[in-house]
């Protein structure tokens, strides 16, 4: 049982180790284990509860800047948020409802896009700001956010 024990291990240690070929995807990969094993954080609160992980902060192909929960998160099928903006540049940003961007959150198995404010402050690599705003259900059957607001959304993040 010990042998069987020690060769998972490695077996996990290897394939935690192991490369794409693509250099952009294993980049991003680089940066979010980074993340993941930093102080990174993200709390928010909605309504009335509070939720905290991990952050990880990824600028797109498209030269936008993501702010969320990591994607290595244990809390990954519960609770994720991804808040887009238009650069990886200190700065407010105001994201509307039915924005193309796509900035989207996941609270016990439903959907929402958001709408509000993004407030980034980007010194020596170090990221932290606020975002405040408020929560648009998506159901399955209908894509586009309901025009009624689900509730109103406030947090924080850094690193």
Sequence with gaps: ????II???LLCSVFSMAQTGDAKVDKMLKELQEQQNSNTSITFTFNKKTYKDKASFTETDKKTFSIGTSLLSEKLTTTQI????????????????GNKN???VLINKKYYQFAGTVNVSIKN???SGTFDGELYEIT????????????????????
């Design 1 to 4: 049982m010990k042998k069987i």
């Design 7 to 9: 060769i998972f291990t």
């Design 82 to 97: 991804a808040l887009i903006v238009d650069k990886k540049k200190s700065g407010t940003y105001t994201i509307t409802s």
């Design 102 to 104: 796509g900035s989207v």
């Design 125 to 127: 690599k170090k990221v």
């Design 140 to 159: 399955k059957n209908n894509p586009k956010p309901s025009k009624k607001s689900s509730g109103k959304i406030t947090g924080t993040f850094n690193s």
